[in-house]
């Protein structure tokens, strides 16, 4: 209500606008952005299918079992009907690599390949670089599949903590932590507005060397809030809803600034005629 009231003054620039949409992403992921439906399957219940799901694969041994580690990061109050987990408990994080540059025949294929710079916040449709099979076969890296999170676990600038939705299947280096799940229990686009709303956090979680990193054992630690999957599809909603309202004031402040900038060019001209 506070901000309603005066929004008109809050919000006039591109960075308190990006301040704005960074709460809307804290709101999401508090359980404070849409209102708790009490018909909801409680997460209690869906993490009993997710572990149950995991315990058959590892039987399968198509993941690994990990140990119990020491959560990292901390979690807000959240509603009686969510979870306070651990990535882990509901992704199997998997790391590439990449094939050797000294040999020609595992580059210039047909296999899509992510390097850390391609995770850019952004969705993933193609790559720069693709191996063959070849390349694949001689390497330790995977295929993930379309509609995994994608996250750069090394790298200075911006590049440590981003992270990107998988729009395709495709391979990835070791400088990529992928998240693959099950999308029937976990919806992607709430486990990457949740990434996106510990950015800072997560960059700060990667320490020592001369560069600083993640990697996949802190991916696998961090505390993640797990919703009902219908409220997850909400909270989505929601804030992609919110995003776009975001991004038109954004485009009404540019073209106010555009217009300011014609009016002042215009009575310098006038002046000076």
Same mark, same amino acid.
């Given at each position: ?92 994080? /998997? ?5 050797? /540059? ?172």
């Amino acid at each position: 209500a506070r901000i309603a009231e005066h929004f008109d003054t809050l919000f006039t620039t591109e960075h308190s606008i990006d301040q704005l949409k960074q709460t809307i992403l804290q709101l999401a992921v508090m359980g404070k952005l849409v209102p708790q439906d009490p018909n909801d399957e409680p997460a209690s219940v869906l993490l009993e299918k997710i572990a149950a799901e995991k315990a058959q694969l590892v039987k399968d041994k198509k993941i690994k079992k990990h140990p119990a580690v020491e959560p990292i990061g901390d979690i807000k109050v959240i509603p009686s009907t969510w979870e306070k987990i651990v990535i882990q408990d509901f992704a199997d994080i /998997r790391l590439g690599s990449t094939p050797s /540059r000294a040999e020609a025949e595992y580059w210039n294929g047909d296999i899509p390949w992510v390097s850390s710079g391609e995770v850019a916040n952004g969705f993933i449709n193609d790559t720069s670089e693709k191996i063959t099979k070849a390349g694949f076969e001689n390497s330790s890296t995977s295929i993930i599949p379309a509609r995994s999170l994608l996250m750069a676990i090394i790298g200075q600038g911006k590049t440590r903590g981003q992270t990107a939705l998988l729009s395709i299947d495709a391979c990835t280096n070791q400088n990529v932590a992928a998240f693959v799940f099950n999308e029937e229990y976990v919806v992607p686009e709430f486990v990457w507005l949740w990434a996106k709303s510990k950015y800072e956090a997560h960059r700060g979680d990667g320490h020592g060397g001369a560069q600083p990193a993640l990697n996949g054992k802190k991916v696998r630690s961090f505390r993640f809030p797990l919703p009902p999957t219908s409220e997850q599809h909400r909270i989505v909603t929601k804030v992609d809803e919110l995003m776009s309202l975001c991004d038109s004031l954004n485009s009404c402040i540019n073209e106010s600034q555009i217009t300011q900038l014609h009016l002042a060019d215009a009575m310098a001209e006038q002046a000076l005629a």
